[in-house]
């Protein structure tokens, strides 16, 4: 099979949200020796534009969505499986933590913008959901994370956002993070309000202000 | 009491003035002594608070039980997390797989907390003789998805609808028994929250929720039993789907523009919505409020049969104050009709 048909396998794969046809075109790709950033950006991530862009015109749901990205990660893990992490920083547009706040168990919202931005070229340290304000900040430290973005899916978790500020501007590492926030009950108000840099209304909103953020980070 | 719903219905939309009817419980906890925790476990003191509500806010066109969303789930097996600022929450799921679909237990209805909402729904019902009682209850797709985890039923909903199919019978099982408990305690209506069925497509929405919220429907609605149907999801293309189950009231969340829903639904239907239960109502000033109120109702003007309402059920926190505005709003756009 030539390079093309793989990266066309591997869009067919995630635009048919067929996990096990991303596994096999993943393995075909690292066998056949294709640069893993090529085996994202000319296959998977075009499969995941196709689908995000029927999600923004109401054409494709979210159940479709959800297994389109977990045929999207399969590929990912079999695709850079073996990589270090130098050579996944180096082929990264940047890195972020996500995280679903501390008291929300909501986190359908936060897995679909963590696809779409691993889809979009980022490389994404997740951590879950109900996540406690100081694990999110000790975890952008260790991990040396660009950006911090966070969801709350509920009006009662909101504050936890603005704790993230709050402690990271106590220990004197603001300016070390940009952080965006979405969710549901969240506003472009709120987010300035708490002194945030981005708010994002859907997902793949979030990617394209995560590389506006990106832009600031390396002007 | 006894109330004929659709006389009810048809006095609303013939009407001169736009009717009000906001999911509106927690919010007035802060005017008692009381908090989430004792609401949700004792029904007088849950009888109290919807009393309280209308006492406050005497032009709301009904009396309604709180929406708990998660009394279903407990009752299936479910942990549920209770604190006095908040309403309570499912903290685990209880189906994984087709065998454990397969071996859920449909509950007695005696069991759990379902009994404290009915008993509520009669103390009304019994004490509250110049509107409508309503309880409040989860659909059967948005109860699968606590029972199953919100995206292993989303997931399987393609991948294998035979075990979401399994979990759905028995959810419908048991919301019958339950809109049949709170009928014969005297409620004159259920609100069914179905929110988890506006992440589906329509087709899916046919599948997962519309035919089993029909056979809801078909077994307690009447010309005495008033059935409204509450989807805040992106519903604009759901419409068709949800009046398919037969209801007689449709609730939509300002997930849509109003126009868009109502516009698909005939005068012979409610349509309930929509105002911002998190940005206008918790966050906005009284200015926003009233200009976000009235502009909707502005909108509405051409559909008699629209009824003011919130997009969604009212979080604890909202103010007080806030809901003034909202009642406000109204009350200035009927005088100046």
Redesign the interface.
């Given at each position: 099979m030539s390079q093309q048909e793989i990266l066309e396998k591997l869009k067919n794969a995630i635009e048919e949200t067929d996990n096990d046809l991303a596994e096999e075109a993943a393995k075909e790709a690292v066998a056949a020796g294709i640069d893993p950033m090529v085996a994202v950006n000319e296959g998977l991530s075009k499969g995941m534009s196709t689908i995000s862009e029927l999600f923004d015109e109401g054409e494709v749901f979210i159940p479709q969505l959800l297994l389109a990205a977990e045929a999207f990660e399969t590929a990912m893990g079999v695709i850079f499986g073996d990589l270090s992490d130098e050579a996944r920083r180096k082929a990264s547009q940047g890195k972020i933590l996500i995280h679903t706040v501390q008291g929300d168990i909501h986190d359908i919202g936060k897995n679909i913008v963590k696809t779409m931005l691993s889809a979009g070229g980022f490389e994404v340290i997740d951590l879950g959901r109900d996540v406690a304000v100081e694990e999110v900040v000790r975890q952008a430290v260790e991990n040396k994370v660009d950006i911090i973005a966070g969801s709350a899916l509920m009006t009662t978790t909101m504050p936890a956002q603005r704790d993230i500020i709050a402690v990271l501007k106590e220990e004197g590492i603001r300016d070390q993070f940009k952080c965006m926030f979405g969710g549901a009950p969240v506003s472009p108000e709120w987010v300035a309000k708490i002194g945030a840099d981005a708010y994002a209304e859907t997902a793949s909103g979030a990617v394209a202000k995560a590389k506006e953020l990106m832009a600031e980070i390396r002007k | 009491m006894k109330i004929n719903m659709d006389k009810w219905a048809r006095d609303i939309i013939e009407a001169d003035e736009v009717k009000n009817l906001p999911i509106l419980f927690f919010p007035c906890l802060a005017l008692s002594n009381k908090g989430v925790t004792e609401v949700v476990n004792d029904a007088q003191a849950h009888f109290e608070i919807m009393e309280k509500v209308l006492s406050t806010f005497p032009k709301m066109i009904g009396a309604m039980t709180g929406m708990d969303l998660t009394s279903e789930a407990e009752t299936f097996g479910c942990n549920v997390s209770f604190s006095d600022?908040?309403a309570p929450?499912a903290?685990n799921e209880v189906v994984f797989d087709r065998a454990s679909a397969e071996s859920l237990k449909v509950p007695s209805l005696q069991a759990g907390r379902g009994p404290v909402f009915v008993k509520a729904a009669q103390l009304a019902s019994q004490n509250i003789t110049d509107r409508p009682t309503f309880g409040g209850m989860l659909g059967p797709y948005s109860l699968a998805a606590v029972l199953m985890g919100?995206?292993r039923t989303?997931?399987a909903?393609?991948?294998d609808k035979q075990t979401v199919h399994i979990v759905l019978e028995k959810c419908t099982e048991y919301g019958i028994a339950y809109a049949k408990a709170f009928k014969e305690a005297g409620a004159n209506g259920i609100l069914i929250a179905e929110p988890t069925a506006g992440?589906?497509?329509p087709k899916?929405c046919d599948e997962f929720s519309s035919k089993y919220v029909k056979e809801m429907v078909d077994a307690v609605q009447d010309e005495e039993f008033f059935v409204v149907l509450h989807n805040c999801g992106?519903t604009?293309?759901l419409v068709n789907s949800m009046v398919s189950t037969g209801a007689k009231g449709y609730h939509f969340g300002n997930a849509v523009d109003m126009v868009d829903v109502i516009s698909q639904i005939s005068e012979d239907y409610l349509v309930f919505g929509n105002i911002d239960?998190?940005?206008v109502l918790?966050?906005g000033t009284a200015e926003l409020i009233k200009g976000t109120t009235k502009s909707l109702l502005e909108k509405m003007k051409p559909y008699r049969h629209f009824v003011l309402s919130t997009g969604c059920d009212l979080?604890p926190?909202i103010s007080i104050a806030n809901l003034e505005s909202y009642f406000e709003a109204l009350d200035e756009f009927n005088k100046d009709k």
């Open positions: - | 600022t908040e929450h903290t919100i995206e989303l997931k909903s393609i991948k992440l589906l497509s899916q992106q604009v293309k239960p998190s940005r918790n966050e979080p926190e």
